[in-house]
């Protein structure tokens, strides 16, 4: 069975930086895309970074980029998400999906991910 454990929320203050991983569990991650979605409470699940399999191509939401950087290390089956100059609109839940494939410009539409993290709490708050 497919799983995937997110680590490394917390509470920061705003022009602090995190580092999340998505470790996976049961499966080879290297034969899956990956995404960060995060999802705040009333608000819908936005899309916020993609890697390809290889690492290759990746992709940022527009209101992350320059401040987010996604990776993989496939020999350790786990995803990154660094995240620096965090903001207070930056709180949400974090989590990881994947899917064997998918459609490069479908990137942020959670429905095109098969599996899914539980999420891990991000506050950025002064």
């Known amino acids: 069975q497919l799983q995937f454990v997110e680590s490394g929320g917390g509470l920061v203050q705003p022009g602090g930086s995190l580092r999340l991983s998505c470790a996976a569990s049961?499966?080879?991650?290297?034969?899956?895309?990956i995404g960060w979605f995060r999802q705040a409470p009333g608000k819908e699940r936005e899309g916020v970074s993609y890697?390809?399999?290889?690492?290759?191509?990746?992709n940022y939401a527009d209101s992350v980029k320059g401040r987010f950087t996604i990776s993989r290390d496939n020999a350790k089956n786990t995803v990154y998400l660094q995240m620096n100059d965090l903001k207070p609109e930056d709180t949400a839940v974090y989590l990881c999906?994947?899917?064997?494939?998918?459609?490069?410009?479908?990137?942020?539409?959670?429905?095109?991910?098969?599996?899914w993290g539980q999420g891990t709490q991000v506050t950025v708050s002064s």
């Open positions: 049961g499966f080879t991650l290297d034969s899956y895309v």
């Open positions: 890697i390809s399999r290889s690492g290759d191509l990746t």
């Open positions: 999906a994947a899917a064997p494939s998918i459609y490069a410009s479908t990137w942020y539409q959670f429905r095109a991910y098969k599996y």
